[in-house]
């Protein structure tokens, strides 16, 4: 009986390997280029231009399309602190080891430095 069983489970491990290499990932799905620019703001996608046709049905009748993406890269265009980094991002530079440095020893000694009252407030 534990033979049987030690047998499946290796059977099964061995399928579940073999079909992970089956999966990928969907063609034609949006991606961050979708998001525009106009020289001044992020312009938000064409939700239309992001609509697929499903394939599935539910009782034979087809299911609506679908919009992938539209909610997500919409919401990341009203989000973007420099609207320009949407078509030509800036280089990542090197991180400032000195400042990183100071703040997790500030921390680590109790003396951080207090929010600023005048821009952000206290959640307590």
């Not at 539910?58 to 679908?66: E, F, K, N, T, V």
Request: charged share 20%.
């Amino acid at each position: 009986m534990k033979h049987t069983r030690l047998l499946s489970l290796l059977l099964a491990g061995v399928f579940a390997v073999a079909a992970s290499g089956c999966f990928k990932p969907p063609r034609n799905m949006p991606n961050e280029s979708v998001i525009g620019y106009d020289g001044k703001t992020a312009v938000p996608p064409d939700c239309e231009s992001l609509s697929r046709p499903s394939l599935l049905t539910d009782a034979g009748i087809r299911r609506p399309s679908m919009q992938w993406g539209c909610a997500t890269y919409t919401n990341l265009a009203a989000q973007l602190a420099r609207p320009e980094d949407a078509v030509h991002p800036r280089t990542l530079g090197p991180a400032d080891a000195a400042v990183a440095a100071s703040a997790v020893h500030r921390y680590e000694t109790g003396r951080v430095i207090p929010l600023d009252k005048s821009t952000s407030r206290d959640n307590k």
